[in-house]
């Protein structure tokens, strides 16, 4: 068998495999190709940090984002983003103003957000006490919140 005539066969037998699953297997195989978008707008200062995810976006996605802010991690041209650690704090690093956070068509308008790491020179994260007053904050019936 010539190479196109084989890599329609295994397209055909893919095929059929596929439609041979019960519905509820397909329907879940197509969520888990799902992708979503999430970011922290710093209104005030017009920078946002995008971040994706798959499946089903919720808050609780935010403790996985981790910021880097090596400077050995850029090369040539590029350009490093660096959290600044508060004064005197040099394991966080709050910022206040607008911000507006967004995970997988959910969002929250905030006041202000915290940064935590666990020593210097370790990335950055959410603080965890944020996104627990977040997911409570957050009126389920339209996942938007004003305020905190």
Do not use: C
């Amino acid at each position: 068998m010539k190479g196109n005539q084989k890599a329609k066969w295994l397209r055909l037998g893919a095929l059929i495999a596929l439609l041979s699953l019960p519905a509820g297997d397909i329907e879940l195989l197509a969520e888990e190709e799902r992708s979503w978008d999430g970011a922290i707008h710093f209104v005030d200062a017009k920078m946002i940090l995008d971040f994706h995810g798959y499946d089903r976006g919720t808050w609780k996605d935010l403790r996985d984002l981790r910021i880097y802010s090596h400077k050995s991690d850029t090369a040539g041209s590029k350009v490093t983003f660096r959290l600044v650690a508060d004064a005197g704090k040099p394991l966080q690093a709050t910022y206040q103003g607008k911000i507006r956070v967004e995970v997988d068509g959910m969002s929250a308008t905030v006041q202000k957000i915290r940064f935590i790491r666990d020593r210097q020179h370790a990335s950055w994260r959410v603080d965890p006490a944020f996104i627990e007053r977040l997911e409570s904050s957050v009126d389920k019936r339209s996942e938007h919140v004003e305020g905190m």
